[in-house]
């Protein structure tokens, strides 16, 4: 496998994608790096109406995974992943018979925490405990651009977790038992405002 590889794409609509990624291993440490950058201005397929069909926006990706064994039979790897991304938007609104121009920015992010440990007990048994964390956002707004007044704005957040411990037993190589138990926590908090 190769240590890192890194690329660099460019297309209509002044996208442009770079990314690269690492992957480093030691004697029992294992690392993995990905990075992405990806922009593009948007199109319109209909370019009589103020606004764009895709609006631009801008958004970043880093995602990483270590790999750790303590012996031969206990593993540890944990994931983690971050994701930004940034828009811009133009719309035009109906209110009450008239149109209304408005311009605004927007923003997306999402975080994933995944920690994962297994030991073997012995050939036939063994135990996985695991943990999954999430939280996703995303925050609008939009402002007349007549005076540069607020006309509406919209926030979204979203969070879980899933702790999980499962033990597994091998009978044989097609018959195996899997038990677990585990619990899923979650929050939902959303405001919309328009003037």
């Known amino acids: 496998m190769e240590p890192g590889l890194a690329s660099i794409r460019y297309g209509t609509n002044n996208t442009l994608d770079v ?18 950058r990806y922009q593009t201005d948007g199109y319109d397929l209909s370019p009589d109406n103020y606004g764009k069909t895709v609006s631009p926006f801008t958004n970043y990706t880093l995602n990483s995974k270590l790999t750790y064994k303590f012996s031969p039979q206990t593993d540890l ?4 992943r971050f994701f930004n991304e940034d828009q811009i938007f133009g719309f035009e609104v109906e209110s009450n018979g008239n ?12 975080w994933n925490f995944n920690p994962v440990l ?7 048994f063994k135990m996985i405990a695991r943990y999954y ?9 939009l ?8 006309y509406y704005q919209d926030d979204f957040k979203q969070s879980f977790s899933r702790p999980e411990l ?11 038992l899997t ?7 979650g929050k939902v908090q959303t405001s919309a405002m328009a003037i």
């Open 77 to 80: 790897s944990l994931g983690i």
């Open 143 to 150: 402002n007349l651009q007549t005076d540069g007044s607020l």
């Open 179 to 185: 038990v677990g138990t585990g619990i899923r926590p």
């Open 166 to 176: 499962n033990a597994e037993y091998y009978f044989n190589d097609k018959n195996i």
């Open 118 to 124: 297994s030991h073997r007990f012995s050939d036939k």
């Open 133 to 141: 964390s999430t939280k996703y956002q995303t925050e609008t707004y």
């Open 99 to 110: 149109y209304i121009r408005t311009s605004g920015q927007g923003n997306t992010k999402d």
């Open 19 to 36: 990314n690269a990624d690492a992957n480093l291993n030691f004697k029992k440490l294992g690392v993995y790096l990905f990075a992405d």
